[in-house]
């Protein structure tokens, strides 16, 4: 059973430059969030994706943008990076008619120079 | 407001020994749920245990207990017989609403890391 997958592991950008993240949700799970965890910090939620539309946003700025595919899978695009945008970034995925966890992925570390 | 509170940025414990670490919460919905992961160095975030606002039991998985104390709006884990591998980050999180077809999104805490010591 095959767990969330996420690429690439590791990316360097500069800034100004745009980046587009990639996650598979576990087996099952037709609901993908994705989080923000900048240096010593908790993840912070970005968005979330179900039956392909975004259905809940965080209060990040609309260079991030996402998209999910019929296939459940889901990317993360942030334009005009900023060297502020250097982070982890989680993607997480959950199954929305069951009351369960979400579970995360190992990560996008994103580095913007 | 922040509706998460982690108070201990580190705890250390020696090897074979329990120990707790600290979550406080707010909020005003009735259906919530508590979680807690372990995030290693190499960044995954790994679920250890849930807690639902309506379980009226504490939340156990192996090792690893939620002293769950709903007027005090307080979900501490505990670790039982710690292991050098459980040194590593520990969030705390909630998810309000927690049901299903409308699930909210996870906010986590700012975490505690936890070193054991052999």
């Known amino acids: 059973d095959a767990g969330v997958t996420q690429s690439p592991t590791h990316l360097i950008k500069t800034r100004g430059q745009q980046v587009t993240l990639r996650c598979s949700p576990k087996?099952?799970?037709?609901?993908v969030s994705w989080y923000q965890q900048a240096l010593g910090q908790g993840p912070q939620f970005i968005f979330q994706?179900?039956?392909?539309?975004?259905?809940q946003r965080g209060n990040f700025p609309d260079r991030f943008s996402g998209h999910q595919f019929p296939n459940y899978s889901s990317e993360l695009n942030v334009n005009a990076l900023l060297l502020g945008d250097s982070a982890l970034y989680l993607c997480?995925?959950?199954?929305?008619?069951?009351?369960?966890?979400?579970?995360f992925g190992p990560g996008t570390r994103l580095l913007v120079l | 407001a922040q509706k998460i509170t982690q108070t201990q940025p580190g705890m250390f414990v020696q090897e074979k020994e329990a120990v707790t670490l600290d979550c406080t919460y707010d909020?005003?919905?009735?259906?919530?749920?508590l979680f807690w992961y372990k995030q290693p160095s190499s960044g995954e975030m790994i679920f250890l245990i849930y807690?639902?606002?309506?379980?009226?039991q504490n939340a156990t998985e192996g090792r690893y207990s939620l002293n769950f104390q709903k007027a005090r709006k307080s979900a501490n884990l505990v670790i039982s017989a710690s292991q050098l591998g459980d040194s590593a980050m520990y969030f705390c999180?909630?998810?309000?609403?927690?049901?299903?077809?409308?699930?909210?999104?996870?906010?986590f805490g700012k975490g505690t890391k936890l070193s054991v010591k052999p």
């Open positions: 999180a909630m998810r309000e609403p927690d049901y299903g077809g409308s699930q909210g999104n996870l906010i």
């Open positions: 997480a995925s959950s199954l929305e008619r069951a009351q369960e966890t979400q579970y």
């Open positions: 909020t005003s919905d009735q259906s919530y749920g």
């Open positions: 807690q639902g606002s309506y379980d009226e």
């Open positions: 087996s099952g799970h037709d609901t």
């Open positions: 994706y179900y039956e392909e539309e975004e259905r």
